[in-house]
């Protein structure tokens, strides 16, 4: 899924993460086979947070690309 954000509060959710931006937000997210999630981010910045315990939370900016698996987030 590839995301152009125009209006606040969107949410991507996936079986691992939830991904969370504000406006003007650019960024792709993926689900492999093996049920692990990418994140990359082209503008502005997300908040990705763990399904399972949102306490896990990671703020990304653009240019960075993270995987999450169920074992960890590499």
Not at 16 to 35: D, F, Q
Request: hydrophobic share 40%; no cysteine.
């Amino acid at each position: 899924v590839q995301a152009n954000i125009m209006e606040d509060n969107f949410s991507i959710q996936t079986p691992l993460i939830r991904v969370e931006s504000p406006i003007g937000t650019r960024y792709h997210v993926r689900v492999v086979l093996n049920a692990s999630s990418e994140v990359r981010v082209e503008d502005g910045w997300v908040e990705v947070e763990s399904v399972k315990n949102p306490r896990n939370r990671i703020r990304m900016v653009a240019g960075q690309e993270l995987t999450f698996s169920h074992d960890a987030w590499k």
